[in-house]
């Protein structure tokens, strides 16, 4: 079982290396993280974007130019374009997203003509999180795509979740559906959500995992807070997923987490035909190369 973020390189060195193309990869900390990937032997990559930029910049931190596949290309939309495209001519098995706005790289991934979301899918952003705060790795979702997801969404959240743990080596992960409070209030929709998933596992209609719900954050990774409650969970106090009611929530979490206790991450986009890398453009190189190797350990 996976217990931290650097465990994850030889977790895909067994399994062996994925083809990864970086849209619009003109900066240093994509740069440097792919070429960290290549290095270690869990991905061949392709950059797409400026090549004289890509070149500067691997001159200026030691980088030979030659371990990637260079492709020219000016613009960043272009350069997303073409990375979709080699995702759906089969050339490649990771995409991620470069120096590269969110909005655009998403847009492109949408896209009804040439992307990569297959009929009624949806995508969710899954984030495993890294701190010392907490026993374990926190796998968390959707700090960054869905706005408020229905019902149905919630569904498929979890079930990413689930495949992520499964993919740590946590066989039967414990899922915690996050909401205001452990009761059940009718007329708040997270806790009605929440209890209905919790119903669908009990019936096995989600299954792989321990799922309960709603509960409060406080109980979900803190037993002592569960047990002043008196509150009897099979998920209390030691949850290795959480699923938000809503990314006003998540985001606030995974900001606080990142940046007042400074939790190293691994992030991607699922839902789509492969995993897609995305953080932020100011994130470091280590938290892009542990996601790409996330990416690469759920890839097919």
């Not at 990937?37 to 691997?58: H, Q, W, Y």
């Not at 030979?64 to 089969?90: W, Y």
């Not at 998403?106 to 705060?133: D, Q, R």
């Not at 406080?218 to 998920?235: F, G, N």
């Amino acid at each position: 079982m996976i217990t931290k973020l650097e465990e994850l390189i030889p977790a895909v060195q067994a399994k062996g290396k994925k083809r990864l193309v970086a849209a619009y990869a003109n900066d240093a900390h994509t740069i440097e993280a792919v070429h960290d990937a290549v290095r270690l032997n869990i991905v061949e990559a392709t950059l797409i974007g400026d090549i004289p930029t890509i070149k500067s910049v691997c001159a200026e931190h030691q980088i030979d130019p030659r371990d990637f596949s260079l492709i020219q290309e000016d613009t960043d939309v272009k350069c997303v374009s073409l990375a979709i495209k080699m995702i759906n001519d089969g050339m490649a098995d990771i995409l991620m997203k470069g120096l590269v706005s969110t909005d655009k790289y998403m847009k492109g991934i949408l896209a009804k003509e040439g992307g990569l979301v297959p009929p009624k899918s949806t995508l969710s952003h899954v984030t495993v999180l890294e701190m010392e705060a907490y026993h374990k790795l926190l796998t968390v979702t959707d700090v960054a795509v869905i706005p408020h997801p229905d019902l149905d969404q919630k569904v498929a959240l979890t079930r990413y979740v689930i495949k992520v743990a499964q993919s740590l080596g946590i066989k039967t992960p414990k899922v915690a559906l996050i909401a205001p409070t452990e009761q059940m209030l009718p007329k708040m929709e997270a806790c009605v959500d929440a209890a209905i998933i919790s119903k669908m596992a009990d019936r096995k209609q989600i299954t792989g995992a321990i799922i309960d719900g709603p509960l409060a954050l406080d109980v979900a990774i803190d037993k002592e807070t569960a047990d002043i409650k008196k509150l009897t969970s099979p998920v209390d106090g030691d949850a290795d997923c959480l699923v938000f009611p809503n990314i006003e929530s998540a985001n606030v979490f995974f900001k606080t987490s990142t940046k007042l206790l400074h939790a190293k991450l691994a992030a991607m986009v699922m839902g789509a035909k492969v995993p897609c890398v995305l953080t932020s453009r100011g994130d470091t190189k280590e938290s892009k190369l542990y996601s790409i190797a996330l990416a690469a350990l759920t890839a097919k």
